[in-house]
Nanobody, 120 residues
Framework: VQLVESGGGSVQAGRSLRLSCVAP????????MGWFRQAPGNEREGVAV???????SYADSVKGRFTISRDNTKDILYLQTNSLKSEDTAVYLC????????????????WGQGTQVTVS
């Protein structure tokens, strides 16, 4: 089943966006969920992950600005992004996996198509 992201857009630096990812069945099944991002010419990098028990981890670059959360009843994953910076510009993708959490891309089996975030 496909993951579907939404909520991206073009905003000025300092503003906020809330990204959503519809993940049918994955959250309720206890999958580890993550938000990753990829900017042109750069490798995909982990932004925030939340494991099946609700423990969250963040990349140093977004700590204190981004918050990952999930709605267990609706199977929706969120990423609240505050105080956005130009370096946050990227395609943001959500992913699901049966791993133990963390930012290793190989732990995530299922991926969405991504939503573009542009900060100017």
């Amino acid at each position: 089943v496909q993951l579907v992201e939404s909520g991206g857009g073009s905003v000025q630096a300092g503003r906020s966006l809330r990204l959503s990812c519809v993940a049918p069945g994955y959250i309720r099944a206890g999958y580890c969920m993550g938000w990753f991002r990829q900017a042109p010419g750069n490798e995909r990098e982990g932004v925030a992950v939340i494991d099946g028990e609700g423990n969250a981890s963040y990349a140093d670059s977004v700590k204190g600005r981004f918050t990952i959360s999930r709605d267990n009843t609706k199977d929706i994953l969120y990423l609240q992004t505050n105080s956005l910076k130009s370096e946050d510009t990227a395609v943001y993708l959500c992913a699901a996996g049966r791993g133990i959490g963390g930012f290793e891309i190989d732990q995530y089996t299922y991926w969405g198509q991504g939503t573009q975030v542009t900060v100017s």
